[in-house]
């Protein structure tokens, strides 16, 4: 079963590390990736969350989360979600999306580069069961915004 914990301030150094890795699968779709986005103020100010994603006892990923949109926009947004690559498939990463999506309920955002065929396919996927709203950008980014 797959389960979000809220990750805490011990937690920080591991995350970053797997923050990395995560960052250097992004350099494939992104011509720049910021070598760590923030991730000490998801510590330290309201409003920011870092998840740990778990199936069983397995840590499997993690999410970025924040409510940093402006007013009438989504309660939440996805800054960052990954299902480490050896835990991939078996549904861990619709399964982790949709747990975070029940713990913390209201509008979402996610977010993506059309270039990367993985993340499309899967956020297309996940989000399908609610409501929502798809925009595409210049750049090719897309923005699905949903209610849970």
């Not at 890795?21 to 720049?32: G, H, S, W």
């Amino acid at each position: 079963m797959v389960r979000i914990v809220p990750a805490r301030r011990a937690d920080e150094a591991r995350l970053a590390d797997a923050l990395q890795d995560y960052l250097r699968e992004l350099k494939a779709y992104y011509a720049t990736v910021s070598a760590q986005p923030e991730l000490a103020r998801y510590f330290t100010e309201p409003g920011r969350l870092p998840c740990l994603l778990y199936d069983d006892c397995a840590w499997i990923g993690f999410a970025l989360v924040n409510d940093h949109s402006r007013p009438g926009m989504p309660d939440h947004t996805v800054a960052e979600f990954t299902v480490f690559p050896a835990f991939r498939g078996a549904e861990r990463g619709m399964s982790a999306a949709r747990a975070l999506f029940a713990l913390y309920p209201g509008r979402w955002r996610v977010k993506f580069i059309e270039k990367n065929i993985p993340a499309s396919h899967f956020w297309e996927r996940v989000t399908a069961a609610y409501p929502r709203t798809v925009r595409t950008l210049p750049g090719g980014e897309h923005r699905i915004t949903f209610q849970t």
